[in-house]
């Protein structure tokens, strides 16, 4: 595959044959894999539930509220990583730090309710994925979600980090661009999650 390389925001940057640059094309690769994990993960919830005339439910056991205060967080946080983004386009390097900040700071508060709030509640009334097959595809499916937030708080606490570094910042910025890819997709998931578990 040919490669040429363009100058884009003050640095050389390399793009592939499609004129997409490297980076940005193995992140939209590696988020159309992580697209078919979570769609076979929510396929198989749906062909259980569906296939399953005495589904058993949550029992109500699931927080509505609780659902829709960490669905909101995380809309926010897509919001907070737009700014960061415009900010960075602006050459507000210190705007950009503020986003990034805030939307890490969101991220952890969806785990702190998920963890702390939600998943502990279940284990207080003894409700574990061997529980019956609901609540094992309720922990399988907001679990890995859950690690995907915690992977893109780091991949945000990294990009932070790297804005420190005046004379790098200029040839990784682009990378902001790429946490902002993940958070999207993950943000995404979630508002698939929400209504099949919560509502349904």
Request: glycine share 10%; net charge negative.
């Amino acid at each position: 595959m040919s490669t040429a390389h363009a100058a884009t925001a003050g640095h050389v940057q390399t793009t592939t044959a499609t004129g997409i640059p490297n980076g940005k094309l193995g992140m939209w690769v590696f988020l159309a894999s992580e697209v078919m994990f979570f769609t076979g993960l929510i396929g198989a919830y749906i062909v259980l539930r569906m296939g399953n005339p005495a589904w058993p439910g949550s029992d109500g056991h699931l927080s509505v509220p609780l659902g829709t205060a960490n669905t909101f967080i995380l809309l926010c946080s897509s919001a907070t990583v737009v700014l960061a983004l415009g900010a960075d386009q602006e050459g507000a390097i210190a705007n950009v730090r503020g986003w990034l900040l805030m939307t890490i700071l969101l991220g952890l508060a969806f785990l702190g309710i998920k963890i702390g709030v939600e998943y502990a509640s279940k284990i207080e009334h003894h409700i574990f994925p061997s529980t019956n097959v609901f609540w094992s595809c309720y922990y399988t499916l907001t679990g890995f979600h859950g690690l995907h937030v915690l992977a893109g708080v780091i991949f945000n606490l990294w990009v932070l980090a790297t804005t420190f570094n005046g004379s790098a910042w200029p040839d990784q910025h682009r990378r902001l661009e790429f946490a902002g890819l993940y958070w999207h997709f993950v943000d995404i998931v979630w508002l698939f999650l929400f209504p099949l578990l919560y509502l349904f």
